[in-house]
């Protein structure tokens, strides 16, 4: 170790108040003792596992039982030589520092020599003879070894100084805490307004308002019999006796009426003729769907051209329209519209 690494450590060692570390070069007595276990169990995992020297395989051509046994402590030690020789290398595993790391990889690697070992066991119980070769009882007591040099150092004396005084860093986001969930707010559905009914002029029905235009469209037939018998003849001269004979007490209102209805054709059986046109009722088919709105002209319902209307009165650029549940309101686009 030279003079300027030295003080470097001293330097560090008196910033975080922790007596200065001594090792075997860079490298810590733990790490030499890790480092050393590894080889050792390195160099034995060549030899056979199973059965006899000669035909029984190795942990290396078996299978890829390889990777947990030997091939993640060997990365486990890799790593930790790395960052001693290069310490603003390889820092972390994910989010598992590189102490983390090996610890994990040697604890995975005892377990399953030991599950070799128990797999042994079981066949002796049932009388199939002991299956595991001295190379699993060797390799179990190695990874169990280091298990003791990385899970157990912070709390052995002779290892426990590596972990002490280490400079404070910020953890890996997955290695921090974790955050307070929150409950997902509830749902609430808004409650839906009450439905205000619009309020309607009351029509005449459209059987009463058709019988009312055909009543004053066609006039009495007794009245037209008794215009025939005695107004008809209007080519002649009328002249009208000193003495009108009396009419029948049924007959002055009709004939006069009848008589008015002739010489002023114009006066009341036109506009009769146009109520009844106006108030006949009748079916509509638009072409498109279309509003049907009340008199301050907010949307009641809707027809369209899959179904007819009743329109109940024509009032020449308004319909109005009773929907099949009663209500009513005024088209107000009456274009294209077929009557039925």
């Given at each position: 170790?030279?003079?300027?690494?030295?003080?470097?450590?001293?330097?560090?060692?008196?910033?975080?108040?922790?007596?200065?570390?001594?090792?075997?070069?860079?490298?810590?007595?733990?790490?030499?003792?890790?480092?050393?276990?590894?080889?050792?169990?390195?160099?034995?995992?060549?030899?056979?596992?199973?059965?006899?020297?000669?035909?029984?395989?190795?942990?290396?051509?078996?299978?890829?039982?390889?990777?947990?046994?030997?091939?993640?402590?060997?990365?486990?030690?890799?790593?930790?030589?790395?960052?001693?020789?290069?310490?603003?290398?390889?820092?972390?595993?994910?989010?598992?520092?590189?102490?983390?790391?090996?610890?994990?990889?040697?604890?995975?690697?005892?377990?399953?020599?030991?599950?070799?070992?128990?797999?042994?066991?079981?066949?002796?119980?049932?009388?199939?003879?002991?299956?595991?070769?001295?190379?699993?009882?060797?390799?179990?007591?190695?990874?169990?070894?280091?298990?003791?040099?990385?899970?157990?150092?912070?709390?052995?004396?002779?290892?426990?100084?590596?972990?002490?005084?280490?400079?404070e860093v910020p953890?890996?986001?997955?290695?921090?805490?974790?955050?307070?969930?929150?409950?997902?707010?509830?749902?609430?559905?808004?409650?839906?307004?009450?439905?205000?009914?619009?309020?309607?002029?009351?029509?005449?029905?459209?059987?009463?308002?058709?019988?009312?235009?055909?009543a004053a469209a066609?006039?009495?037939?007794?009245?037209?019999?008794?215009?025939?018998?005695?107004?008809?003849?209007?080519?002649?001269?009328?002249?009208?006796?000193?003495?009108?004979?009396?009419?029948?007490?049924?007959?002055?209102?009709?004939?006069?009426?009848?008589?008015?209805?002739?010489?002023?054709?114009?006066?009341?059986?036109?506009?009769?003729?146009?109520?009844?046109?106006?108030?006949?009722?009748?079916?509509?088919?638009?072409?498109?769907?279309?509003?049907?709105?009340?008199?301050?002209?907010?949307?009641?319902?809707?027809?369209?051209?899959?179904?007819?209307?009743?329109?109940?009165?024509?009032?020449?650029?308004?319909?109005?329209?009773?929907?099949?549940?009663?209500?009513?309101?005024?088209?107000?686009?009456?274009?294209?519209?077929?009557?039925?």
């Open positions: 170790m030279t003079d300027e690494k030295q003080g470097e450590n001293i330097d560090e060692a008196v910033a975080t108040e922790e007596p200065p570390q001594y090792g075997v070069g860079p490298f810590s007595i733990r790490e030499v003792a890790l480092v050393g276990t590894w080889i050792v169990a390195f160099v034995v995992s060549f030899f056979p596992i199973y059965g006899p020297f000669e035909s029984a395989p190795s942990v290396w051509t078996s299978g890829i039982d390889w990777v947990l046994t030997i091939g993640v402590p060997t990365i486990a030690v890799f790593l930790i030589v790395l960052r001693r020789l290069s310490p603003q290398g390889i820092r972390r595993v994910g989010s598992l520092g590189i102490d983390q790391f090996a610890s994990v990889a040697f604890s995975v690697a005892t377990v399953l020599w030991l599950s070799i070992l128990w797999n042994s066991f079981v066949r002796l119980s049932v009388g199939q003879g002991f299956l595991a070769s001295w190379v699993v009882w060797v390799e179990f007591f190695l990874m169990l070894a280091g298990v003791v040099l990385t899970v157990a150092a912070p709390f052995i004396a002779p290892f426990a100084q590596d972990f002490r005084g280490r400079p953890a890996h986001r997955s290695a921090r805490p974790v955050r307070r969930v929150s409950p997902r707010p509830a749902h609430v559905r808004p409650e839906p307004e009450p439905e205000v009914e619009p309020e309607y002029t009351p029509y005449a029905p459209a059987g009463a308002a058709t019988e009312g235009a055909e066609t006039p009495d037939a007794s009245a037209n019999e008794d215009f025939a018998t005695t107004v008809i003849p209007l080519d002649e001269q009328v002249v009208p006796a000193e003495e009108p004979a009396t009419p029948a007490p049924n007959e002055p209102t009709q004939a006069r009426e009848s008589f008015e209805h002739v010489e002023n054709p114009t006066s009341t059986v036109e506009p009769a003729a146009a109520t009844a046109a106006q108030h006949q009722a009748f079916w509509a088919l638009v072409p498109e769907e279309r509003d049907i709105v009340d008199e301050i002209g907010i949307p009641v319902f809707r027809i369209g051209p899959s179904a007819w209307a009743l329109v109940i009165e024509d009032r020449g650029d308004v319909f109005v329209v009773r929907h099949e549940d009663g209500r009513i309101g005024y088209l107000h686009d009456v274009s294209g519209v077929t009557r039925g």
